[in-house]
């Protein structure tokens, strides 16, 4: 089963937002496997089904055009976890959001922290490599995320900040659509526990009143990664629009705890309770 159409052409905006993005955990095979198991997940989830989740897997590029089918048959989608800034060109190794696009992915993650870490990219190149997600119809992951613990104000300062240089250098080289924006506070990443409910709340309330304040931004969306996993979404705040999972989504029965517990928050799966 495939999305509404309403869904794909953006008259009727998800009521959340859940990602998986699986790094270079999982080789070709158990990726795959990985991705049917969530297909059949997504294809008996009513909240799914309706449009009111927006649901994407982010597997190795290798793996997207089988992903894309398997996950867009139930309703689900699939994206890269990097693109390039240029379409096409003499860019040995690198694969552009054209291709992405033709592969059958639907989403692009740009900025996240391992790419700013190891290979350098700054708010110039993601703005690039955002331009490039928009002007190929893909829809921007866009990773941002303070680097040591502060306060609820200094990382809204300074994530929006991210957000204002990337998203401003988009724009200069195209017309913007909509963002999801994943903040991720980079001491997070990787630890035992996500942030504190309160803490996530207050910097995505916001995030987000900032990022729909921006031009082209009015559906923009801004959703939780870091450690995050079951019992989490039941804990936030409403301007929290959903959850960008890493290894704790990796267990497809943990995804469809966190699935239900979304739904349950929005109102939308009656006696769903949390760790169901």
């Known amino acids: 089963m495939s999305l509404p159409a309403d869904c794909l052409t953006g008259t009727t905006q998800p009521k959340a937002i859940i990602g998986v993005s699986l790094k270079m955990y999982f080789g070709y095979r158990r990726s795959v496997d990985y991705c049917r198991d969530v297909a059949a997940i997504a294809a008996e989830h009513p909240a799914v089904q309706s449009g009111d ?19 867009g048959q139930a309703g689900a989608a699939a994206g890269a976890q990097d693109i390039f800034w240029k379409d096409e060109g003499a860019f040995t190794g690198e694969v552009g959001g054209k ?13 996240h922290a391992e790419r700013r870490r190891i290979f350098g990219e700054d708010d110039a190149v993601i ?7 928009y002007r190929n119809g893909l829809t921007p992951v866009l990773c941002v995320g303070e680097s040591g613990q502060g306060s609820v104000q200094e990382a809204v300062a300074r994530c929006s900040g991210e957000i204002d240089g ?3 250098r988009a724009r200069s080289l195209g017309p913007a659509t909509r963002t999801i924006v994943a ?38 969306r801004v959703i939780y990664g870091g450690s995050a996993g079951p019992g989490l979404i039941t804990e936030l705040d409403a301007a929290v629009a959903g959850l960008f999972l890493g290894r704790f989504a990796h267990d497809p029965k943990a995804l469809k705890t966190i699935l239900d517990e979304t739904a349950g928050r929005l109102g939308l799966l009656a006696g769903t309770a949390a760790g169901s």
């Open 99 to 111: 291709t992405v696009a033709e592969l059958g992915g639907r989403y692009a993650e740009v900025g």
């Open 53 to 71: 989740i927006e649901l994407f897997v982010l597997p190795t590029l290798p793996v997207l055009p089988e992903a894309a089918r398997i996950l």
């Open 127 to 133: 703005g690039m490599k955002t331009a490039a997600a």
């Open 183 to 220: 903040y991720e506070p980079q001491w997070a990443i990787g630890a035992p526990k996500p942030a504190t409910p309160e803490y996530i709340s207050a910097v995505i309330t916001g995030l987000d009143a900032h990022l729909r304040g921006m031009p082209g931004q009015a559906d923009s």
């Open 166 to 168: 990337v998203l401003n």
